[in-house]
């Protein structure tokens, strides 16, 4: 059965720090690892990952993905109060209609 | 473009009503998916419809159906609801599954007393 599991559930951090969530999986026939935002609505669409050691960058947003060690890492710099949301990791088999998600991470970010 | 919408927004249902929950998409994209958000539960798979005229069980398909009414729309059925499926329910798309993302819908907020 896949699975998905991200770590930590929930983080309270600083204004400014950095911080790192943890996405690990157990998918047969990889293909793509996904990294969504959610605040109080629809989750959003951050990275898709398919090739290990490919970092992806959005701004303060980088994600990368080990296909040997089968996790994926979302770190998020000089954190800001808009980034509190819940960070959701999901994972597709190739050939595959169906994403398999992680329970999330919450992230609170205080000023 | 509206790109994926959902009706309604919000609905209260008392046990054993039935109601359907409607979803369209004006993305041109050929998969539709029906997900259930509880508190700690993340995002779990109900039903979803690879292309136009199929469709499939996901992880909790008990107590619900579906119907892939033609390319833009999908619905969710729940005959007699229970207190059970309250929740929110979030409709996505994609173009191809396992190579684009999934665009999620605003989500209906279902409470059944």
């Known amino acids: 059965e896949d699975k998905v599991v991200q770590s930590p559930l929930s983080l309270v951090v600083h204004e400014g720090d950095t911080v790192t969530l943890n996405c690990s999986y157990e998918?047969?026939?990889?293909?793509?690892l996904l990294w969504y935002k959610q605040e109080k609505k629809a989750p959003t669409f951050l990275f898709m990952l398919?090739?290990?050691?490919i970092e992806k960058k959005s701004g303060r947003l980088s994600s990368i993905l080990d296909k040997k060690e089968l996790f994926s890492i979302l770190n998020i710099t000089a954190t800001q109060t808009g980034d509190s949301a819940v960070y959701l990791c999901?994972?597709?088999?190739?050939?595959?209609?169906?994403?398999?998600f992680g329970k999330g991470t919450k992230l609170t970010v205080n000023p | 473009n509206a790109g994926v919408t959902q009706t309604p927004k919000f609905q209260v249902l008392k046990t054993g009503q039935s109601m359907t929950l409607q979803c369209a998409q004006d993305?041109?994209?050929?998969?539709m998916y029906w997900y259930r958000q509880d508190p700690g539960m993340g995002l779990r798979l109900i039903y979803y419809?690879?292309?136009?005229?199929?469709?499939d069980k996901g992880e909790v398909p008990n107590g619900y159906n579906v119907s892939r009414l033609n390319k833009r729309e999908f619905s969710l059925r729940l005959e007699s609801a229970a207190p059970s499926q309250t929740s929110v329910y979030f409709c996505?798309?994609?173009?191809?599954?396992?190579?684009?993302?999934?665009?999620f819908g605003p989500g209906t907020r279902l409470t059944v007393t």
């Open positions: 999901a994972v597709v088999r190739g050939g595959s209609e169906k994403l398999v």
């Open positions: 998918v047969t026939n990889f293909r793509s």
């Open positions: 398919t090739s290990s050691g």
């Open positions: 993305m041109n994209h050929n998969s």
């Open positions: 419809s690879a292309s136009e005229g199929t469709t």
């Open positions: 996505a798309t994609t173009f191809l599954a396992d190579a684009y993302e999934q665009y």
